[in-house]
């Protein structure tokens, strides 16, 4: 991996953990408090494309792992990968790579503006809301044995938030790209 | 930033942070494979025991397991709800232990210790070419480096829209945190590549 | 230092950065001017290698910039711009001591070049500060400090006086004539380089003048105007 590459997965992984530090909102018709730190996921791979993007979230786990309360509400430990809900922790992963992988291949410069807001909201629809949920339900059944359907009920709270976010992820992948663009192209 | 290491000379701090992921990767195993109720009892007292030994005071250990308890407390009522009072037990009991034990590790082993042992296990996949080893530690003394600054730069947008009088909203918050952040990515690359840091050829 | 260009030049996605160049360089202090945009930073980018020659050859103290990256990046410490960006570890010592990581010394001789290189520019004091809370004037000495812990024999600098108050940009003026590496330095800063052995001038990506401090300050006061 040439050094850029590797800074931009670090920077990146350090604006997940900022991300993770601002207090979350409570919206009025959503029951659950929402984070911006999920959000860092989406953008990550939005941003940066698959490869890159994964790496920055593997290195906030990482360094989540390693000790450091960087994941948002301040957790950080090994003791973070021992709750119920670890599964969206790993699932992240795999989330910014889906969302990534989907960008680079759907979302090109040369699109109208239109087409890449749909296109970017795509990618992190299926990569950071069904990947993800994907991930964290099915390792929530497994850990409390309640079955998949049950986990998917107890989840069901935090979907809307986190569809708010692929919007959000979807417009400010648009403006980045507009303004910086880094994003790995391939037809 | 601050971390969860508590200095210390307790036997958990002295044993090598190789063996204590291994007795931690053993310990979630068997949490798991166990299921009877008064085994994972037993095995719950234990992980106490040696959280114990940390002697951390319980306000601290509560600041610490808080929100990670929080979670395993809603899960399992939840469960209480849908599924038998047994199974709502022992999903209580099993990641109790969990974190309990993880927790004490994570206290007792510090972060250059465990970057240590995780530039160990990459350097099979080193030999296949498909990373540098050295490159772990390199990333997260970046990373650690640079929330600060990141942080910084987001009050300082965020502070703009103040002074102009705009409403700070998620999206023109994180555009040019992003932008302005990743912009220093070349010369920080330069930088790391001028000194030779990472030893190409 | 012997660093050479033969019909070097640069170019950006096909557009010339720099045209043709053909100079030696073996003053121990060489100044760099010109306005934004002349290709200085380019210039000096090609010392060290960051930017590789699209025809033409570099070399310094023999070593070919493409072919033997390695040895011309340990021959040179570049220092950047933005100090804020050369410090990449959190801790200052833990950054410096990783240039000195390649030479595998023990845990002893690397602490003691640490203590060393930061006590030769004053800066002992900050070994365990955090990057992050050194003031201006203070990061840009520990830039210094983290690139000549691995002792280059040349040492390039891109505007080191560029944002520092008036007490600072003495102290790094002082601190560049004090050093015993021959330096290159980048400056707009026409009083820190007037005393130099040589200055270079760069206009629209070519050398539009080079010789002595004083002549060049006054071509590029010509082209300024």
Redesign the interface.
């Known amino acids: 991996?040439?050094?850029?590459d590797?800074?931009?997965?670090?920077?990146?992984?350090?604006?997940i953990?900022?991300?993770g530090?601002?207090p979350s909102i409570m919206l009025g018709f959503i029951p659950v408090p929402i984070t911006?730190q999920s959000?860092g996921v989406m953008?990550a791979g939005v941003?940066l494309g698959a490869k890159r993007g994964m790496?920055a979230v593997l290195?906030?786990l990482?360094?989540a792992?390693?000790?450091?309360?960087?994941l948002s509400?301040?957790?950080?430990?090994?003791?973070?990968?021992?709750?119920?809900?670890t599964g969206y922790l790993i699932g992240w992963v795999a989330a910014a790579f889906v969302t990534g992988f989907l960008c680079e291949r759907l979302v090109n410069r040369e699109q109208a503006g239109l087409v890449q807001g749909v296109s970017f909201f795509i990618a992190a629809l299926i990569g950071g809301v069904v990947v993800l949920y994907a991930f964290g339900i099915t390792y929530?059944a497994l850990?409390?044995?309640?079955g998949l359907s049950?986990a998917f009920?107890?989840s069901l709270a935090f979907i809307p938030g986190d569809v708010l976010k692929a919007v959000?992820a979807a417009?400010?992948g648009r403006?980045?790209m507009a303004?910086?663009p880094?994003l790995p192209q391939r037809a | 930033m601050r971390t969860l290491y508590v200095q210390g000379d307790s036997l958990l701090h002295r044993l090598s942070p190789r063996l204590k992921l291994l007795l931690l990767a053993g310990a979630s195993v068997a949490l798991f494979v166990v299921s009877s109720l008064p085994l994972l009892g037993i095995m719950a007292v234990c992980s106490a025991g040696l959280y114990a030994m940390l002697g951390l005071s319980l306000r601290d250990s509560w600041q610490r397991l808080r929100p990670i308890l929080l979670t395993i407390v809603i899960v399992a009522l939840f469960t209480l709800l849908v599924d038998t009072p047994v199974q709502a037990a022992t999903v209580l009991l099993r990641l109790t232990s969990l974190m309990l034990l993880a927790a004490a590790i994570t206290a007792t082993t510090g972060i250059g210790a465990f970057i240590d042992e995780i530039t160990w296990l990459a350097l099979p996949l080193e030999r296949l070419g498909l990373m540098k080893a050295s490159d772990i530690g390199l990333s997260v003394g970046l990373v650690i480096r640079f929330v600060p600054e990141v942080l910084l730069r987001y009050i300082s947008i965020r502070d703009a829209h103040y002074a102009r009088g705009l409403k700070p909203r998620p999206l023109t918050l994180a555009v040019p945190m992003i932008i302005l952040t990743l912009r220093s990515a070349d010369e920080i690359a330069a930088a790391i590549d001028a000194r030779g840091l990472r030893g190409q050829k | 230092m012997d660093i050479r260009f033969e019909e070097a030049e640069a170019r950006f996605e096909k557009r010339l950065i720099l045209h043709p160049l053909t100079l030696s360089l073996s003053e121990r202090r060489i100044g760099v001017i010109g306005l934004n945009g002349s290709g200085k930073t380019t210039f000096v980018r090609m010392i060290n290698g960051l930017v590789t020659p699209s025809s033409g050859r570099v070399s310094v103290n023999g070593f070919d910039t493409i072919k033997d990256a390695d040895r011309v990046r340990a021959e040179t410490g570049f220092i950047f711009q933005n100090p804020q960006n050369q410090i990449i570890l959190p801790i200052l010592k833990e950054d410096i001591a990783l240039g000195l990581k390649s030479r595998k010394l023990s845990r002893e001789l690397t602490d003691a070049a640490v203590e060393a290189v930061l006590s030769r520019f004053g800066i002992a004091h900050l070994a365990d500060r955090r990057a992050h809370e050194l003031s201006g004037g203070e990061l840009q000495l520990a830039a210094l400090a983290s690139v000549l812990v691995s002792k280059p024999g040349i040492l390039i600098m891109d505007e080191p006086t560029n944002q520092l108050d008036l007490r600072n940009r003495n102290l790094v003026q002082f601190t560049i004539d004090g050093l015993e590496e021959s330096v290159i330095v980048i400056s707009h800063d026409l009083d820190l380089v007037a005393d130099f052995d040589r200055l270079l001038l760069f206009h629209q990506g070519r050398l539009a003048a080079d010789g002595n401090a004083s002549d060049v300050i006054s071509r590029y006061r010509e082209i300024a105007a």
């Open positions: 991996m040439v050094t850029r590797l800074v931009l997965a670090a920077l990146f992984a350090a604006i953990i900022v991300l530090l601002l911006a959000l953008l941003v790496i290195l906030v990482l360094i792992a390693i000790g450091m309360p960087v509400g301040g957790r950080g430990g090994l003791a973070v990968f021992a709750a119920p809900t929530l850990v409390t044995g309640m049950k009920l107890g959000v417009l400010a403006a980045v303004g910086y880094l």
